[in-house]
């Protein structure tokens, strides 16, 4: 079974200062998705950034961007010039591609991330 | 585009009672699925409807079912409610053609069982 692993809980960051929240994931699938996602205290679940793991090029979405390490199975989010209302929880997620689009999301623990004026 | 909505935003209930949860995708959206959070658990999967049809099942049990309609829009019932069903339950719809497309999330259900 895949598992996903965000080590932490919590962390914080001095505004503009730049985060990186660590995932690591475990499979034996070769074709699969990652996600991170963004749940501030409003509860709306937001996608930030995805990766397709066939493709070796990090994604990258403005400030935010993520090193994918496919042999180490390690999928972390680095956030740039952090802002306060990057405060939120970040959720790691997987996605078994099944060659149509089902399969659910695996979803790690999560971190809550802080921002500190 | 209007995003997905889910009502009612929140629910209180009794043991024993049953609930009906409801979820509007994003117009053009074919697949749903609902997610459980809790505290403890995290995040897990419950089901996946598409076109009508339950493609995937998480490991919940059969108290939790769920149902599509032909717009797309879809409802999950839990019977005979436990304390532990205490939770916020997220729906996330998606067109439902590949794998790598994005799921997008409602802003949940929240539900308290006494």
């Known amino acids: 079974a895949q598992t996903v692993t965000q080590s932490q809980p919590e962390m914080s960051v001095q505004e503009a200062e730049t985060v990186t929240l660590s995932c690591t994931y475990d499979?034996?699938?070769?074709?699969?998705?990652l996600f991170w996602y963004k749940q501030p205290p409003s509860r709306q679940m937001i996608l930030v950034i995805r990766?397709?793991?066939?493709?070796?090029q990090n994604a990258t979405e403005n400030r935010f961007s993520v090193n994918f390490q496919k042999a180490a199975k390690s999928f972390s989010l680095k956030i740039s010039d952090s802002q306060l209302g990057d405060a939120a929880m970040y959720f790691c997620?997987?996605?078994?591609?099944?060659?149509?689009?089902?399969?659910?999301?695996?979803f790690g623990k999560g971190t809550k991330l802080s921002v500190k004026p | 585009k209007a995003g997905v909505t889910q009502t009612p935003r929140y629910l209180i209930k009794t043991r024993g009672q049953q609930v009906t949860l409801s979820c509007s995708p994003i117009?053009?959206?074919?697949?749903v699925s609902w997610y459980q959070q809790t505290p403890g658990q995290g995040l897990q999967f419950l089901f996946e409807?598409?076109?009508?049809?339950?493609?995937n099942k998480g490991n919940f049990p059969g108290r939790f079912s769920g149902r599509q309609f032909s717009n797309s829009r879809s409802e999950m019932n839990v019977s005979t409610l436990e304390l532990g069903d205490s939770a916020l339950y997220l729906c996330?719809?998606?067109?439902?053609?590949?794998?790598?497309?994005?799921?997008?999330f409602g802003p949940g259900t929240r539900l308290l069982v006494l």
């Open positions: 117009s053009g959206h074919r697949s």
């Open positions: 409807y598409f076109s009508e049809t339950q493609r």
């Open positions: 499979t034996s699938e070769s074709d699969y998705y």
């Open positions: 997620a997987y996605r078994r591609n099944y060659g149509g689009s089902q399969g659910n999301l695996i």
């Open positions: 996330a719809s998606s067109p439902g053609s590949s794998g790598g497309e994005t799921q997008y």
């Open positions: 990766q397709e793991a066939y493709k070796q």
